[in-house]
């Protein structure tokens, strides 16, 4: 089975602050690589696919980076929305999917 | 504009099963394109899949719950469903299902869930 491991579990940021999340595999899965974003009491939303494609609709401060067992989610100028907890999904076992464990983004 | 709403009991005694449904609105189930799926979150705690369902009736089942859960399709109803066996209170959770979407490149498929249900709380408790 695929693992994927988030780092770090939680963060503190400021408004404006630039915020990497990173997510590993136990395997290499190429790029696919999903991110969402989670607000309390909302369903997740998908932010990027493919470890680096923009879902329409999501502000482009938001990017994604990597291939292979490593990836990176870039947040550049953290926005008062952005506070929220953030889930890797690896795709490459499709249908059989694997979140990882969440990056929760708090406030400093 | 597409639409999932998952149904089903608030609460569900141990030991039973626990039955939920999504119903699908603006597009059809019975696509060629998409899988369906069954995710969970228990109480303060992260995304797990639990299993996933294609429009020809294929599924596939996470691991860990294999030996407990059923995903089916009811094409006619425009809806797939839910159960999940012999639960205890670590079944207690946020359920959602989402569609498993995917873009092409080259000679292959990206999947990703791009739309989901907004949830229902189920409580395994006597």
């Known amino acids: 089975d695929i693992q994927m491991t988030q780092s770090p579990s939680s963060l503190s940021a400021s408004v404006g602050d630039r915020v990497t999340i990173t997510c590993r595999a136990n395997?290499?899965?190429?790029?696919?690589l999903n991110w969402y974003q989670q607000k309390p009491g909302k369903a997740p939303k998908l932010l990027i696919y493919a470890a680096s494609t923009l879902q329409t609709g999501v502000p482009s401060r938001f990017s994604g980076s990597g291939s292979g067992t490593d990836f990176t989610l870039t947040i550049r100028g953290l926005q008062p929305e952005d506070f929220a907890t953030y889930y890797c999904?690896?795709?490459?076992?499709?249908?059989?999917?694997?979140f990882g464990g969440g990056t929760k983004v708090e406030m400093k | 504009q597409l639409q999932l709403q998952e149904s089903g009991p608030g609460l569900v005694k141990p030991s039973k099963t626990l039955s939920l449904t999504c119903s699908v609105s603006?597009?059809?189930?019975?696509?060629?394109?998409?899988?369906w799926a069954w995710i969970r979150q228990p109480p303060g705690k992260g995304l797990e899949w639990i299993g996933s369902?294609?429009?020809?009736?294929?599924?596939n089942y996470n691991p860990s719950l294999k030996s407990r859960v059923t995903i089916s399709v009811d094409t006619s109803k425009n809806q797939f469903s839910l159960e999940l066996s012999s639960v205890t209170a670590a079944d207690t959770a946020v359920y959602y299902c989402?569609?498993?979407?995917?873009?092409?490149?080259?000679?292959?498929?990206?999947?990703?869930?791009?739309?989901w249900g907004e949830g229902t709380t189920v409580t395994v408790s006597s």
């Open positions: 999904q690896q795709s490459y076992s499709t249908p059989s999917l694997t």
């Open positions: 369902l294609y429009y020809s009736g294929n599924t």
């Open positions: 395997q290499r899965i190429s790029d696919y």
């Open positions: 603006g597009d059809s189930i019975n696509s060629r394109t998409y899988y």
């Open positions: 989402a569609r498993d979407s995917r873009s092409a490149a080259d000679n292959f498929y990206y999947y990703y869930m791009d739309v």
